[in-house]
């Protein structure tokens, strides 16, 4: 059972455009959640986070919008650059499960220069 | 963050044989855990690895299979156990952190196996 769902196996974005990338989710007691990048080779790295608390996290060219009644979340990329090409993860977690972080099945993105 | 290190950072092995996965942590933490991403999948999590105690395993992951070892608190193992195709993957080992109130989760950089 996919908690954390990504439809979009890829996405192709022009250099210097905006990159939107979506999740969704099915459990309605998550209350954080995390975008990784993850380039070819290498582990996950933490990218941007937003809490249940918040509609909005903004961290230079990366926003993180949540949707708490649609359970939808986006990060936007502006602008886009050849360096944001990578493998974007989004995770899940709820206070009651403590540690367990649930991920969705990533979104390759490239930005074509 | 804490910064994480693992041995092999690839292997190509044969089936039925088994492979030991090291993981080393800069800091010490209570929690490491050991994901699998298969291709074309998420990032699915295999089990958490409490210093002093056995591991706990998710559903579908049995310690027959992936037995872990937690020895102290900056280092952990997965072997990956008489191994088959259907174990080429990437196993990555992470840990949690709580730099900002929330938990925060940090991964080393992979271990890429595949299986003849």
């Known amino acids: 059972d996919q908690q954390v769902k990504q439809n979009s196996p890829s996405l192709s974005v022009q250099e210097g455009r905006i990159s939107i990338l979506n999740c969704d989710y099915t459990n309605s007691m998550f209350d954080y959640f995390l975008w990784y990048k993850k380039y070819p080779a290498e582990g996950p790295t933490f990218l941007i986070s937003?809490?249940?608390?918040?509609d909005k996290n903004e961290d230079g060219r990366f926003t993180v919008f949540l949707n708490k009644s649609a359970k939808h979340l986006s990060l936007h990329i502006v602008p886009s650059q050849p360096g944001d090409s990578a493998v974007y993860f989004c995770?899940?977690?709820?206070?009651?499960?403590?540690?367990?972080?649930?991920f969705g099945t990533g979104t390759s993105l490239t930005v074509i220069p | 963050s804490a910064v994480i290190s693992q041995k092999p950072s690839r292997d190509i092995c044969q089936r039925g044989t088994s492979l030991t996965i090291q993981c080393q942590v800069d800091s010490q933490v209570t929690m490491m855990f050991w994901y699998r991403q298969q291709p074309g999948q998420s990032l699915t999590l295999i089990a958490t690895a409490n210093q002093g105690s056995e591991a706990t395993y998710e559903s579908g992951f049995v310690i027959d299979k992936f037995p872990i070892s937690r020895p102290n608190l900056t280092f952990s193992t997965l072997t990956v156990s008489n191994m088959s195709p259907e174990d080429s993957s990437i196993y990555l080992c992470s840990v949690v952190w709580r730099p900002s109130g929330y938990n925060e989760q940090f991964f080393g950089p992979g271990t890429r196996l595949t299986v003849l």
């Open positions: 937003i809490s249940s608390i918040k």
């Open positions: 995770a899940a977690s709820a206070r009651h499960t403590g540690n367990q972080f649930y």
